[in-house]
Structures are given as structure tokens and as C-alpha cells.
């Protein structure tokens, strides 16, 4: 297509040439009869192009032109249909994304790099009373006030959620969620989880509930079977009523640990820090475990367990000492259970030592260990490795969900490293926040 323009384009100057000189001639001028064609054939050209210019700012119509200009105007013709093709299709992609976040329950918000909002969907106005006329362009931190949600946007670490009241309102919990795209640029998703937070609420009570409810009966079962454990019995009867008793104390020990459990959970949990010891909180944990040795259900006792504790004195905690000593005693208590290997006694130390981000405060054992896909699961409600091996011991599940809960008052976590068949060691990090040497203030 391109060659026949090209030989279109040499043959019309070349015709056009030809006749000038042949006119030339007939006055004895061939040369100046060519060079008038050339000119002549420039100008046409320049007009064509001047055309195509016109053309080009849509000033005109396309040149018709069986030339190069012709060809060229083909081209931009196709080329501009299969632009806009393509234009059509992407803004209705786009409309269609929009409609999408449109329709979307949870509010969608976009902000720039200066945390002004660029565009927000209907469910943002409705969550938190953004109105379309007044509030885009503000910034974010002008319309969700809460000082919890500014210290969030500040940050560069978005990977958690955060969940706060309504600023618009009172009766709705939102949970907010920003994530970075673009360049700098940050899309903001709240979503009600007003409902969520009341079916959680109701299973917490009903759990505290239920606990408190069983207590009184098991106090009076457990009354009535210690006075048949001293009655003399025939040996069958005895051993059955022992096997209750010991059953009774695990029922009563999982009641103790769901209500500890559901007082954790509660809204006034985290609330009335104070400065308490270290050294004296161990030391008390350590020695009430001393004489602790776990019984199997067959009655058959564990060998007696090597403690130590090297706590340094005069180092203060910011926080609840009855909930730091229960994560201290859930973690020994365990390390004693299940930090025992081959029949020999197990050996727990408790170490605490001082690193950058604040104090790490350690329980390891050189026990039986624990296959790492079980890592990640240990600190769910009732998760157990072995039910078989775990009953021998007779525990419920509970303890480190417990020891979780009290780390999170503290704002620590709890980390699990083990190797299979050389032990485990459980650790977390008090921040430098909530550390004090003694009589510094
Ligand atoms: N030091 C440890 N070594 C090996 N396994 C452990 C250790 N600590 C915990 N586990 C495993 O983690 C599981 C969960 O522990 P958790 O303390 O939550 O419950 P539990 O000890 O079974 O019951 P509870 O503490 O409520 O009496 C245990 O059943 C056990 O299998
Ligand atoms: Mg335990």
C-alpha cells in the first residue's frame, strides 16, 4: 500500500514535469518548462500538506488524495477509530469499577499523598457522615478526629486494623483499614462491624456466664466425692471415685480458666496499669511451681522438675501483675508438662534479658518439642497437639490463649520456637515503654 502512494506520488510529479517540458519546449525552454513543472508540483503538494494540517486541528476536511498525504490520512483515521475503541471500552471498565465501589457497603476512601481526599463512595458518607459538597479535598484527619486513628494514618505500618467509634454516629463501631498504592497514595476501607462486636460481646457472656453457673455444682459434686474418698469402699468403687475426682478438678480448673479467659476479653480488661517488681512476681511464680509435679489420669506422677530463674532485682513493669504472673505460671506450668523427655525430669529455666526494643523475658525447656506446623495455632482456644498425650496430663487448651490475652495488655507477643525432640522456648518482649529501673522516679 505504502509503495503504490510512493509510485502515486513519483508519478504525478513526474507526469507533471513532463508536460511543463513538453509546453517548454514548444517555446525552445525545456529547462526553464521542467523547472516550472517541479515548482508547480511543490505547490500542489504544500496544499495537500497544508490539508492534512487543517485536517489534523479539525479545521477542515480530510484531503482526498490517492498520494503519500492520502495514505498517511488512512493510517491516522484507523489508528484514531482503534484509540477511541479502546478509550470507549477502558471508561466503561472504569464506570463499571466505580459503580462497583458505588454499590460496596463498606466505605471506600482515597487520599493523596498529602492525606487529602480524592474521592470517597456513598458508604463513607453514610459510616462517617462525609458529605460530597464540603468534604472532599480535606484532609482526612479533619473528618475522623479520634486520636487512635490519627497515630494509625501516621504511621508507615498498615498491616493491622483498627476498630473505633463512629464519628458520625455513636452506635456504630467501624474498623479501618489503610493500605499504600499508587505513588503514595492510600485507600482507606471502614467497614461496620457494629454486629460482629455485639454477637462477640454475647459469646463472652455467655461463656462468663455458664463458667460462673457450673461452679457452684462442682463445688458440691467435689464436696460430696472427697467425703466418698474417704469412706471405706470396695477397691473398684474407690478407684472409679478417684478417676471422678480427678476428672472434677480438670472440669474445675477449665471453668477457672474460661472465666479468667472471659475477664480478659471484657472492655475493662487493660485498663488501670501500675508498676510492680519483676524479680519478686518470678521468684513467687517460680517457687509456688517448685513442688509442682503433673499427674497423669492414671494417677501415675511425673518425675519432680529442675526450676531456675535469673532474674535481676530492681527492674519495674508498667501493667497488671496478677495477669503477668498468670502468663508466667501457664508458661512454667507447661514447660513442666510437656518439657519432660524420654521419663527424665525436665528442665525450665526463666531468663530475662535486656535487647534493644525492650526486655525479653524467656521460658525454654529441653522437652519433646513441637512439629512447626502446630506453631501458629498454639495460642487458639483448645487447640491441643495430641489429645491422647495432652490428656495423659490432663490439659485443657486454655493456657496459652490466657497467656496471649495478658501479653496483649502489656502490648507484647508471644513467640514460639522449637525444635522436635530438643525442646521449646517461649518468649516475649516487654517495650522499653513499660520498663523502669526501681527509684528512678
Ligand atoms: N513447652 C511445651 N512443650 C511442648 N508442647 C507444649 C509446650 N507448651 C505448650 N505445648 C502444647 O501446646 C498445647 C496448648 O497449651 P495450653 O497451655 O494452651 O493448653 P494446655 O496446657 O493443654 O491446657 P491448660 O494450660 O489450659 O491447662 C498443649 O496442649 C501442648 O500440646
Ligand atoms: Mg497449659
Redesign the pocket.
Known sequence: MQQIAWQRELLRIVIIVALATATGMSFEQPFWGAFLGLIVSQVLMLKRLNELYRWSNNQGSAPQDGGLVGYSVDILVRRERSLNKKIDKQGKQLKRIAEGIESLKDGVLIVNQAGCMTSFNRASCHLLGLRADTDMGQHITNLIRAPRFVSYFKQADYSDVIELESPHRSNITVQIQVAQFGIDQKVIVVRDVTERQRVEKMRQTFIADVSHELRTPLTVINGYLEMLEDADLNPGISRAIKQMSTQNERMK?LVN?LLHLSKLESDNAGIGNDWFELQSLCAISVDQLRAYRPTSLTGEKFPEATLSCDCVSGIEILGFSEEFSSVLI?LI???I???HKEGLAAEVKVTIDTLDEGLEIAVT?Q????ASNHLSR?TERF????ESR?STVG???????IVRHALDHHDAQLKIESVLGEG?R?SFVIPNERIRMKGSV
Open positions: 480448673s480458666d501457664n506450668t507447661n514447660a508438662k510437656y518439657g525447656d522437652g519433646e518439642g513441637i498454639l487447640y491441643r497437639i495430641d495432652e490439659g485443657s487448651g486454655l493456657g496459652l490463649a521449646s517461649f
